[in-house]
């Protein structure tokens, strides 16, 4: 305990203050001075809450990255007076690292980095994560297990399509040409092997050893657009031993969807390889993409599924774990889905090609879908506007990579 309370707090600067926002409200720089002053806790937690509040009210998109930055100090603030409790009350040790860990997540989650010299969360994150007690039994998760857990693509209710083309680790100047510039989907093999997660990341010891006291948001019920769709924050090992290996505990479905695990928990980004396609961009082809990706995880057990909707980026899906069955449907077939034309969800379709309802959705009897499962190894490249349901098959983890 000793050890973690100097290495993480010997990170963490006295004067946590100087690295607020200038346009903090003042009662919120006096509310964190009194917090540090007189190691109290409660008046950090009454910040961390109100802006909580703010950052929930509206769409993300819309939310100030001062406001994030200063969840983001009064969370280390909130860290530093945890610590101190630590030395006090050596007994609770465990709790008191989970809580930490909690908190440096929350930070990750909700706020944005601080300008130098300011502690990096992630650092902080992976420090105690290496340390924490793992209270979670992992076991390496068999091939054989993977098979026994999977469905069939042709047992799958409702509509099937023509197969996506397959090509073989494509040149740049040939995906360039024959995919990307004229936005055509296509599986993609052979491209995958040197990714050090193909082999780890069957291993739940191993993500355990990462990612297990880590907090994540996960979805629970069928999919977003499901009436009974919620989402609970857990840890990745709580995850794992309740809805991945043991998914008939659960009452619902749950599923790691697109979530920037790998921003939260770098150690994992070193686990996978942003594909040199990537670097392509839509404007012209010899300008490359100046920035890297968007990368998010899908993980989850058989039978997660993600609505048919379309992507305004390009998109590639990077199967590691398992298999998943897509559909595809051309942008020249959007009417023909039925998007809502207003709301939140207008990049939906109301149609459901698992259970098509023609009476209520008649035009969708004239359009033709593609499809293609996708196995460990592959990717499947989903150019802007494509519509796409995904499926998992069995036990499952994806990779998505967007950009413009």
């Given at each position: ?11 963490i600067p006295d004067d946590l ?8 409200h003042p009662a919120t720089v ?197 009436p009974d769709w919620s989402q ?173």
């Amino acid at each position: 305990m000793e050890t973690i309370v100097k290495l993480i707090g010997g990170l963490i600067p006295d004067d946590l203050l100087s690295f607020l926002p200038k346009e903090v409200h003042p009662a919120t720089v006096y509310l964190l001075r009194v917090a540090l002053n007189h190691q109290n806790s409660g008046y950090v937690d009454a910040v961390l809450d109100f802006t909580w509040e703010q950052l929930n009210t509206g769409h993300w998109f819309n939310v100030p990255v001062w406001l994030r930055q200063v969840y983001t100090v009064a969370a280390l603030i909130k860290v530093k007076l945890s610590l101190s409790e630590m030395q006090d009350e050596p007994s609770e040790e465990t709790i008191m690292h989970q809580n930490v860990m909690e908190i440096l997540d929350m930070g990750l989650l909700l706020g944005a980095p601080l300008a130098a010299p300011a502690p990096d969360l992630s650092d902080l994150a992976r420090i105690l994560s290496e340390n924490i007690s793992k209270d979670v039994d992992m076991k390496p998760l068999a091939v054989s297990e993977i098979k026994r857990q999977r469905l069939l693509a042709s047992d799958i209710s409702g509509v099937h399509g023509t197969p996506v083309p397959t090509v073989e680790c494509p040149s740049l100047e040939s995906f360039y040409a024959m995919y990307f510039k004229p936005l055509v989907p296509v599986k993609i093999t052979g491209c995958m092997s040197h990714w050090p997660a193909m082999e780890r990341w069957t291993d739940f010891t191993y993500l355990q050893a990462k990612a297990g006291a880590r907090t994540v948001p996960v979805e629970l019920g069928p999919h977003y657009l499901h009436p009974d769709w919620s989402q609970k924050l857990m840890t990745v090992g709580t995850f794992i031993k309740d809805y991945v290996r043991n998914p008939e505990s659960g009452k619902d479905v749950g599923y790691l969807a697109q979530h920037p695990l790998f921003d939260q928990i770098p150690e994992l980004k070193d686990d996978i390889r942003i594909p040199d396609y990537c670097c392509l961009s839509s404007e012209d082809k010899n300008e490359e993409q100046s920035e890297d990706p968007d990368i998010n995880a899908w993980f989850g057990p058989q039978g997660t599924v993600t609505p048919l909707h379309y992507d305004p980026k390009h998109n590639l899906l990077a199967q590691v774990i398992g298999e998943k069955r897509v559909l595809l449907y051309s942008p020249t077939d959007s009417d023909a889905l039925y998007p809502p034309k207003s709301g939140l969800v207008t990049n939906t379709a109301q149609v459901d090609p698992e259970a098509p309802d023609y009476e209520s959705f008649p035009l969708y009897k004239e359009i033709s879908a593609m499809e293609t499962v996708l196995l460990p190894g592959e990717m499947l490249y989903i150019p802007p506007g494509w519509w796409h349901h995904v499926r998992a098959l069995s036990t499952s983890f994806s990779v998505s990579f967007w950009w413009m």
